[in-house]
């Protein structure tokens, strides 16, 4: 069974800095390519931020580009958004994704999710 779990959301002031964790179990985490969504209220659920299986390729939205970084350590089975310059726009909550193609099927797994909040 696979589990994503995220940690490190909480509340920062406007222009500060918070990094997210996300846990893998259930599966041999270097084989997967991991992504971070975020909701915002009011919104549907976007993509922030990719990376692949070995972790020197990613990919960012336009909104996150020069501000966040997606990182991992598959010997920790472990994946990280570290976001700076934070704004009020940026509050919502972050979600670890991927999915595992198996016999054909494809099946995607997501964390939580762990709630940001940037207010003064």
């Known amino acids: 069974q696979v589990q994503l779990v995220e940690s490190g959301g909480g509340l920062v002031q406007p222009g500060g800095s918070l990094r997210l964790s996300c846990a893998a179990s259930g599966v041999t985490f270097s084989t997967l390519i991991m992504n971070w969504y975020r909701q915002v209220q009011g919104k549907e659920r976007e993509l922030v931020a990719s990376?692949?299986?070995?972790?020197?390729?990613?990919d960012y939205a336009d909104s996150a580009k020069g501000r966040f970084t997606i990182s991992r350590d598959n010997a920790k089975n472990a994946l990280y958004l570290q976001m700076d310059s934070l704004t009020s726009e940026d509050t919502g909550v972050y979600y670890c994704?991927?999915?595992?193609?198996?016999?054909?099927?494809?099946?995607?797994?997501w964390g939580q999710g762990a709630q940001v909040t940037v207010s003064s």
């Open positions: 990376i692949n299986r070995f972790g020197d390729s990613t």
């Open positions: 994704s991927s999915y595992r193609t198996t016999w054909g099927m494809r099946n995607d797994y």
